[in-house]
C-alpha cells in the first residue's frame, strides 16, 4: 500500500465500517499486534476473527483527528455510538512501517453525552 501513514490509518477505518475484509487484510502486516484494555498482543488472525466483525454494533464512527506522531506512528481520535444510544470516544496508538500497518494500541474513552446534552461537571 502506497501512501502516508494517516492515509493507511483512515483507509482501515473505512474498511472496518464497511465491514471489507478483503479491502483490510493487506493493510495489516502478517506480524501485526493488536493491544485493548479487552486484548492483550492478539495476532492478525485474532484481530480478524474477534475484532474486527463487530461494527454492527454501533450506528455511527467518526474519526475526530488523525495525527501523526513521527514517521511510523499515528493517533487516531474517533468517536462512536453504539445501538444502544451510547456515545464513546477512543484512542488507537497505531504503527505503520513500510505501508502496513504493524500494531495497534487501542485506549478506551469514557461514556460521551449526547449531542446537544451540557456535560456533567
Known amino acids: 500500500m502506497n501512501g502516508t501513514p ?6 482501515a477505518f473505512r474498511c472496518y465500517r464497511s465491514q ?5 487484510l493487506p493493510l495489516y502486516a502478517e506480524d501485526f ?3 485493548s484494555p479487552q486484548d492483550d498482543r ?6 480478524f476473527e474477534r475484532c474486527f466483525p463487530t461494527a454492527h454494533r454501533f ?4 474519526l475526530l ?3 501523526p506522531a513521527d514517521e511510523e506512528l499515528v493517533f487516531a481520535y474517533y468517536e462512536y455510538e453504539l445501538t444502544t444510544g451510547d456515545r464513546y470516544r477512543n ?6 512501517r513500510d505501508g502496513l500497518i504493524r ?19
Not at 471489507?20 to 483490510?24: F, P, S
Not at 450506528?59 to 467518526?62: H, L, S, V
Not at 484512542?91 to 505503520?96: D, G, P
Open 6 to 11: 494517516a492515509s493507511v490509518v483512515e483507509a
Open 20 to 24: 471489507d475484509r478483503e479491502a483490510a
Open 33 to 35: 499486534t493488536f493491544t
Open 42 to 47: 492478539i495476532d492478525k488472525a485474532a484481530f
Open 59 to 62: 450506528t455511527e464512527q467518526r
Open 65 to 67: 483527528r488523525v495525527t
Open 91 to 96: 484512542v488507537e496508538a497505531i504503527t505503520v
Open 103 to 121: 500494531d495497534v494500541q487501542v485506549f478506551f474513552g469514557g461514556r460521551q453525552p449526547a449531542p446537544g446534552t451540557p456535560a456533567t461537571p
